[in-house]
């Protein structure tokens, strides 16, 4: 397993952007696949963004595609979501998971570690 810990979250305006971060520890960050996830309260955990372990392959949920963009470093074991237009509806806690598949999955079941999370608050 990878240790996994999210940065950049904060308030911000409707319209506006934020690029968060999770950095993981370990050797072998390469291999995984990495997803962001978001739980808004009272609401159940949902799948935002997927990125394949050589990062040639990004998936989106539909309400982020063409406004957030996934992307990794793995020569920095860093994963990041680059989040534009920001809407209030965006509001949750994200998290990054990393899944020892190649291909990641939408499924957080699949996922087999966890970050503590950083919270977006996007104000109207």
């Known amino acids: 397993q990878v240790q996994l810990v999210e940065s950049g979250g904060r308030l911000v305006p409707a319209g506006g952007s934020l690029r968060l971060s999770c950095a993981a520890s370990?050797?072998?960050?390469?291999?995984?696949?990495m997803g962001w996830f978001r739980q808004a309260p009272g609401k159940e955990r949902e799948f935002v963004a997927r990125?394949?372990?050589?990062?040639?392959?990004?998936s989106y949920t539909a309400s982020v595609k063409g406004r957030f963009t996934i992307s990794r470093d793995n020569a920095k074991n860093t994963v990041y979501l680059q989040m534009n237009s920001l809407k209030p509806e965006d509001t949750a806690v994200y998290y990054c998971?990393?899944?020892?598949?190649?291909?990641?999955?939408?499924?957080?079941?699949?996922?087999?570690?966890w970050g503590q999370g950083t919270q977006v608050t996007v104000s109207s």
């Open positions: 370990g050797r072998t960050f390469s291999s995984y696949a």
């Open positions: 998971a990393a899944d020892s598949g190649f291909s990641g999955s939408t499924d957080s079941r699949d996922y087999d570690s």
């Open positions: 990125i394949t372990a050589a990062g040639l392959g990004t």
